[in-house]
Each structure stands twice: as C-alpha cells, then as structure tokens.
C-alpha cells in the first residue's frame, strides 16, 4: 500500500516498531482496572483463529468477555487468549478478570465454561436457547426440523418456569412418539439449564436467554481478521481483535443501554426505555 501511495515500502522492522508502540495502549486497555466492577450480567464465550506455527496451521481461541453494568450498558470487560476453550482455560480468564475488579455478577450466558463455578459461586448459568436448539437440531432429520423447532419454542414461550417444566415434559414425550430419541434426550438433559433467565425480570429475557450481544460481536471481529487469514502467533490475533473491540465499544454500542436495570428492584423503567 505504501508503495503504491508514496512509491516507497515500509519495512518489517518499522511495521514491527510500531506495532509494539501500539501494542503497549491495548495492553493498558485491555488490563484497565473495572471500575465500579459489578456487572449483574456477564456474557462469556470464545472465537477461534488460525495461527501459522512452524509450518502447520493450529486454532487459537481468544476468550471475550462482555459485561451490562448496573446503569444497562454494555461494556468489553475482557479478552485473553486461550490455548483452548478448556476449562483451565475458562478458569485463569475468569480469576483474571475477578482480580481486576469484577463483581457483583448474578447470572452468567456462557458459551463453554465448567469452571465458574468455582470463581462466582453464587452466579447462576444460562445457556444460550439458539445453541441449544442447534444442539437438538444436530441429531434432528431435515424432515421434522421445523416441527421440533415450533416445540422448543414452545417451552420458552411459557409464562413461568413451572410452565416451562410442563412443557418441556411433554415435549420429551412427543419426540419419543416421533421416534427422536436422541433429540429427546437432549431435551430432557439440558432444557433446564435454558430456563435460568425466567429467574430474573421478564423485560430482560430476551437479551439474557441467548448469547446474541457476543455473538454479534464474534461476526464484527470475524469481518475484520478474515482478511489476515492465518496469523503468526497468538498474541498478534489477540491484539487484532482487542483494538476492534476497544473501536466498536467505543462506539454507538457502549454508549447505547442495553438494559434497563431498575427492573432489578421492581423500578418504572418506561421513561429510561423510550
């Protein structure tokens, strides 16, 4: 590009020079202490990369965390790179991001994290509903995915948890009767883990019973690395995607509630919404 504007080439070592220079305001963003630091909602999950080490591609996965802090905004409050999404991995995250200050967190939409538990104890887990019914649909034939996808929603479109029980039950039954034990299975074994949200104000499931507001943000970071392809270590991709997080939440996105959180204690909220 350098050449073709100015008929000269930059070289390696002065992309690299300042590289660093730019590496060194991320870092101080991305290990910025939280302020205030309680986030009654926290958002976690992981995108993989490509990474050329010694000759041979491997995945990277870089951990993002998004949090809504207690006025409704959102904000980026985390990202590391993982050597997996494994739960030693989730862990060192989630004890980085407590010692910079979070707190406060009291339900959690997870992509894959066992480990939490053991850093927000009293945190409750939600479990995305999109990824669930992928996860039904998987072992679903063409055929009845339509029909199986009217009776998941079915189940979150109840009114109470009891409701949604009840349903969830019958619905297990049906696919039995369809012959769709596998999906039935699947149903049975994690539906409850989707119902977490019914525990917190109706006006905000929604936005909390789906891992939507990170995944919107994995397809902006996806945009803009597909265009590196492969990268040559992890710590250049966790750069990459932390200075298009730092641009994006800087935005329109981080200025704009996401929630209104005088739900919480049974507030009007219909003036801040509007």
């Known amino acids: 590009i350098t050449e073709a504007l100015w008929g000269s080439k930059v070289s390696p070592a002065t992309i690299s020079e300042l590289n660093k220079k730019a590496y060194v305001h991320i870092e101080d963003w991305r290990n910025r202490p939280l302020q205030g ?48 999404e494994d739960a030693e991995s989730w862990k060192s995250f989630l004890v980085w991001l407590k010692e910079r200050g979070l707190e406060g967190v009291k339900h959690k939409c997870l992509g894959m994290c066992n480990a939490v538990a053991e850093v927000f104890p009293e945190a409750k887990y939600q479990r995305c509903t999109v990824h669930f019914y992928r996860n039904v649909f998987s072992v679903t034939p063409r055929k009845h995915t339509r029909e199986v996808s009217r009776m998941l929603k079915a189940i979150h479109a109840q009114e109470s948890k009891e409701a949604a029980r009840k349903k969830a039950k019958d619905v297990v039954e049906q696919l039995r009767a369809m012959k769709l034990r596998e999906a039935a299975k699947k149903v049975e074994d994690g539906i409850e883990e989707t119902l977490t949200y019914m525990d917190f104000p109706s006006q905000h499931g929604l936005k909390i019973r789906t891992n939507n507001v990170i995944e919107r943000m994995n397809r902006e970071i996806r945009r803009r690395t597909r265009v590196v392809g492969t990268f040559p270590d992890g710590k250049s991709a966790l750069m990459l995607v932390c200075a298009r997080l730092r641009y994006v939440s800087g935005k329109e996105w981080g200025t704009k509630r996401y929630l209104c959180m005088k739900y919480m204690t ?5 003036s801040e919404i509007a």
């Open 37 to 84: 630091g309680r986030y009654p909602y926290v958002y976690v999950d992981g995108i993989y990369l490509k990474r050329n080490w010694g000759g041979e591609f491997e995945n990277v996965s870089i951990l993002v965390a998004i949090g809504c802090d207690e006025d409704g905004y959102r904000e980026v409050i985390g990202a590391a790179e993982g050597m997996k």
């Open 266 to 270: 049974g507030s009007n909220c219909e």
